[in-house]
């Protein structure tokens, strides 16, 4: 079958449409435009509302993650603590004094001093009551003993981060 | 008018979040463009507006999948096209023409009459039956390829050649006929 070559046709009716009189709609169209436009809410308003609901919920669990984090402590790490036994709570308090040990007091300022020695009077107090219990020998109150060397860790740490804030400011 | 308007990204994006005011900007923008797209393919005002208001009701309903905001035009003819073929469509003027045989047309000789001083488009279109004008107005005048004309019309790509060459030869019977003085919208073949 021939084909034809339209090259020519084509250009000449594309630039007579170009010419064609432009065609206009009445303006009841405007108005129909407008009560279809009215109706359009109820359906592009649902997927809007659906798309917020989910972003308020799943922000309200990264709020409510968040919140419980920082007030009450990660709770994965809280569930792990039970299962620290005395003899790693005894191990982690020596870990930190030997790391306490490596830093200088005299390099702290004025303010960090006070509370340095204030950590310390924390720790004998602590080593004065464990001590007591041990040449007691009172194995009923094991417990309490488990809850002085938490203690003692977490002193331990307060005190450890007081050279790290120190190393930490001179660093800048 | 043409598709190629001047929109602010801005309102497209409004308009994606269903903001009214920005889908009206739209609606002024495009109404006249997709009016007197559906006008010339349909050459039947009440159907144009009809084309009309469900082009803008699909514009509405699914602006917010647009990704590329640059292609609206694009996009907004292509709904425009389609709603027109599914008016035609509706109307089962888009069956395929059978193994009716393409008309042999002179290139040369349809220019020559398109270039005569009384060759009127409006007065052609309104001889050509809607699945002629719909081909004409796809391949002709917006550039498409028959295989592209065929994908969009659902008919095949010898189809298309032949729906094309049919409105040569009517094209060629207007000119011939120095009597023709406008005939009734729709042409010989509208109620075929």
Known sequence: MKQHNDQAIRAKLSRSADALEQKHPSSKQDLIFQDNLEKLPSTQGKIEQRKMLKWVVAAGIILSVGLTTVYVGNPLQKEASPEKGLPQLIASSNQLEKQIAIYDELTLNANQYAEYIGLRLELEQIDQQLNYYYSSAEGELNSEVNRLWERRVDVAKSLKSIYQNDTLVARI | ?192
């Open chain 2, 1 to 192: 008018m043409s598709f190629h308007q001047k929109y602010s990204k801005k309102v497209i994006k409004k308009a994606q979040k269903g903001d009214r005011f920005a889908l009206t900007q739209i609606y002024e923008l495009y109404k006249s463009p997709v009016f007197h797209l559906a006008y010339q393919m349909l050459r039947d005002e009440h159907r144009a507006n009809d084309v009309l208001q469900t082009v803008m009701l699909k514009m509405m309903n699914t602006i917010s999948n647009l990704a590329d905001t640059k292609k609206f035009n694009g996009w907004l003819k292509r709904i425009t096209y389609n709603t027109v073929i599914d008016t035609i469509r509706a109307n089962q003027k888009l069956v395929d023409v059978g193994d009716e045989s393409e008309y042999q047309y002179s290139a040369e000789e349809i220019s020559h009459q398109i270039d005569k001083p009384d060759w009127d488009l409006e007065q052609f279109l309104d001889v050509l039956n809607e699945r002629e004008r719909i081909v004409v107005w796809l391949y002709a005048i917006d550039g498409y390829t028959h295989s592209e004309v065929a994908q969009s019309i659902g008919v095949s790509e010898q189809n298309s050649r032949i729906i094309f060459s049919r409105a040569m030869k009517s094209l060629k019977s207007l000119a011939a006929d120095p009597r023709y003085s406008g005939r009734q919208i729709g042409g010989k073949d509208e109620t075929a």
